[in-house]
C-alpha cells in the first residue's frame, strides 16, 4: 500500500468513525439519530493490515541504532505521523497561537496545564514544536509514574518522546540540550472533574521553576484547550482502581457506556497558546537557593498559565467547533 493510498483510507476509515462515534454520542442522550455514516467502502483489513504495521510494533521491535538515550525512536515518529497529523488537523482542528515566542536555538522547559490520563496534551505540542523548529527542537514531555507500570505503556510511549516524570530526568534532558514539557498540576490536573475543567491546580513545590533557574532555561508557559474534553471525566471511582495500580477509574460520557468505542478520544476542538518566555532573574543559581523568591515565581508562572488558559477559551468557538 502506497503513502498516499495509507492517507487515503485512514482518512475515509477515521472520518466515518467519528460519524459513527457522534452517531452513538447522540443515542446516549436520547437524541433521534440517522443510521450510521460508516462508509461502507472502506477497505477495513487493509486498514487493520495498516495499523499492525504502523503502530503494532510500538516498544516490543529492536532497539534501532537512533534510539536515543532517553527512547526516543526517529523511526517510530516517522510511523506514527501519519495519525499525529490527522489527529492534529483533522480530529482536533489544532488552532495555535504564540509559536514565535518559543526559541529555536536552546533548550526550553514549556509549562503547561494538565488534562486527561492519556498524555495527548504532551504528544499534541511536542508534534507541534517539531513541525514548527524541526526533529532536533522535539521536546520531551513529562508522564506520570502510574503510566509506567502498564503493560507495554512505557517503551511505546518513550519511543515518541515520553520520559518519567522526575527531577533527574529533567536535569538529564536540558543538560543535554532537550527541551522539556512539564505539567506542574500533576496527577491533580489531570484528574479535573468537567465541573472543574480548566481552572488550574496548585503547582506542587516550585519544582519547575526551580529546575529552570538551575539548568540556566527560559520558561514558556503555555496553554492547552480542549484536552480537557476529550474524555471528560465525570466522576471518578478509586476503590477498584488502586487494585490495578491506577489513581482511579474516570467515568465518561462514553467510558464505559461505549465499550471499547469509549476510549476514543472526542473530536473535541483544541487551541494551543505559547506565551512570551519569562525573564530570567540574572543570577539563576542564587536565585533557585531562595525558597520565598522561588514561590512567588511559581505563582507568577501558575498566573500566566490560567491568563493563557482563559484567553484561548475566549478564543475558541465552542467546544465541538
Known amino acids: 500500500m502506497s503513502g498516499a493510498e495509507s492517507g487515503d483510507l485512514w482518512t475515509e476509515a477515521l ?3 467519528r460519524a459513527e462515534l457522534r452517531r452513538r454520542l447522540a443515542q446516549v442522550r436520547g437524541e433521534e439519530v440517522e443510521p450510521a455514516a460508516v462508509e461502507a467502502g472502506v477497505d477495513w483489513l487493509a486498514l487493520l493490515e495498516d495499523v499492525r504495521r504502523r503502530f503494532g510494533q510500538l516498544g516490543m521491535r529492536e532497539r534501532s541504532g537512533e534510539v536515543d538515550d532517553f527512547g526516543l525512536d526517529p523511526e517510530t515518529i516517522r510511523s506514527a505521523r501519519l495519525l499525529l ?3 492534529i488537523k483533522r480530529w482536533w482542528r489544532i488552532e495555535v497561537l504564540g509559536l514565535e515566542h518559543v526559541p529555536d536555538d536552546r533548550a526550553v522547559l514549556f509549562v503547561a496545564n494538565h488534562s486527561g490520563l492519556l498524555p495527548w496534551d504532551g504528544l499534541a505540542l511536542a508534534e507541534i514544536v517539531a513541525a514548527r523548529h524541526g526533529e532536533r527542537q522535539r521536546p520531551r514531555f513529562l508522564i506520570a509514574d ?7 505503556v512505557q517503551p511505546a510511549l518513550a519511543r515518541l518522546g515520553g520520559v518519567r516524570a522526575c527531577r533527574e530526568n529533567a536535569e538529564r534532558l536540558l543538560g543535554a540540550g532537550h527541551s522539556v514539557v512539564a505539567f506542574p498540576e500533576g496527577v491533580k490536573g489531570a484528574a479535573k472533574t468537567f465541573r472543574d475543567r480548566y ?3 496548585r503547582f506542587g513545590r516550585g519544582g519547575a521553576v526551580r529546575l529552570a533557574l538551575e539548568a540556566g532555561v527560559p520558561v514558556v508557559p503555555v496553554a492547552i484547550v480542549g484536552a480537557e474534553e476529550t474524555h471528560p471525566i465525570l466522576f471518578k471511582v478509586e476503590t477498584p482502581a488502586r487494585a490495578l495500580g491506577l489513581p482511579f477509574l474516570p467515568v465518561t460520557p462514553t467510558f464505559p457506556w461505549l465499550g ?3 476510549a476514543l478520544p472526542l473530536p473535541s476542538k483544541w487551541v494551543i497558546s505559547f506565551g512570551e518566555p519569562l525573564a530570567s532573574t540574572g543570577r539563576e543559581t542564587e536565585a533557585a537557593a531562595d525558597d520565598l523568591l522561588v514561590a512567588r515565581l511559581t505563582e507568577e508562572l501558575r498566573g500566566e ?3 493563557l488558559v482563559r484567553e484561548a477559551l475566549r478564543v475558541r468557538q465552542g467546544v465541538f467547533t
Not at 146 to 152: D, E, M, N
Open 199 to 201: 481552572r488550574l491546580q
Open 260 to 262: 471499547p468505542l469509549g
Open 305 to 307: 498559565v490560567q491568563r
Open 146 to 152: 502510574w503510566l509506567i507500570t502498564l503493560p507495554f
Open 85 to 87: 497529523d490527522f489527529l
Open 15 to 17: 472520518g466515518g468513525l
